[in-house]
């Protein structure tokens, strides 16, 4: 007879932990970077004569919504990536063979979160900076991409991590409409 659920030991899952708590320095690294790369995509976004001369489509929120709105999303991700990042870490009774795999799911999740940090930025350079709408459109497809391989990859560890980001996807999606919206009241001119 089993006793109670808080006497039995949790059942190993192939060397996963998933009821420990996640340490503040876990978080306060993701937040860090977080900071940074918002920084830095701030930093890239130009909404100089360029941007304001746009026809825009009538569904992009005002300028100002985007700053809160990424503030959110900004925390959101930096929550899931510490949670997923600690989850995916091997159990202390892991045999050598778990905590390999559970160390290559490590790297595998803080290398898709540099990716995708890396699109997220490299879509304002190509929106704002190099001003190729054309351009920002088929990288957002990239960004897309690599927020839903996040979703499956901490859905493995940790299904809040995953749900955490899913207000990125969606956002991401929406951005993506107003990104082709922008393109298409505003053609590029021949040679761009």
């Given at each position: 007879?089993a006793?109670?659920?808080?006497?039995r030991?949790?059942?190993?899952?192939?060397?996963?932990?998933?009821?420990?708590r996640?340490?503040?320095?876990?978080?306060?690294?993701?937040?860090?970077?977080?900071?940074?790369?918002?920084?830095?995509?701030?930093l890239?976004?130009?909404?100089?004569?360029?941007?304001?001369?746009?026809?825009?489509?009538?569904?992009?929120?005002?300028?100002?919504?985007?700053?809160?709105?990424w503030?959110?999303?900004?925390?959101?991700?930096?929550?899931?990536?510490?949670?997923?990042w600690?989850?995916a870490?091997?159990?202390?009774?892991?045999?050598?063979?778990?905590?390999?795999?559970?160390?290559r799911?490590?790297?595998?999740?803080?290398f898709?979160?540099?990716?995708?940090?890396?699109?997220?930025?490299?879509?304002?350079?190509?929106?704002?900076?190099?001003?190729?709408?054309?351009?920002?459109?088929?990288?957002?497809?990239?960004?897309?991409?690599?927020?839903?391989?996040?979703?499956?990859?901490?859905?493995?560890?940790?299904?809040?991590?995953?749900?955490?980001?899913?207000?990125?996807?969606?956002w991401?999606?929406?951005?993506a409409?107003?990104n082709?919206?922008?393109?298409?009241?505003?053609p590029?001119?021949?040679?761009?």
């Amino acid at each position: 007879m089993a006793g109670p659920p808080e006497a039995r030991p949790e059942p190993a899952q192939a060397g996963l932990v998933r009821a420990s708590r996640v340490p503040r320095r876990a978080y306060a690294v993701a937040a860090a970077i977080a900071v940074l790369v918002a920084g830095i995509g701030g930093l890239a976004t130009d909404l100089g004569p360029w941007y304001r001369g746009l026809l825009q489509p009538a569904w992009k929120p005002p300028d100002i919504v985007f700053g809160p709105v990424w503030t959110l999303l900004y925390t959101l991700t930096a929550w899931a990536g510490a949670r997923a990042w600690w989850h995916a870490r091997p159990t202390v009774q892991a045999d050598e063979a778990a905590a390999d795999a559970g160390r290559r799911r490590q790297r595998r999740l803080l290398f898709g979160f540099l990716l995708n940090a890396l699109l997220n930025v490299l879509w304002s350079v190509l929106f704002f900076k190099a001003q190729r709408p054309d351009w920002a459109l088929v990288e957002i497809v990239l960004l897309t991409a690599s927020v839903l391989w996040l979703i499956s990859a901490c859905t493995e560890v940790d299904r809040l991590a995953a749900r955490l980001l899913l207000p990125y996807l969606a956002w991401v999606l929406f951005a993506a409409t107003v990104n082709a919206g922008v393109l298409w009241l505003n053609p590029l001119s021949p040679g761009a």
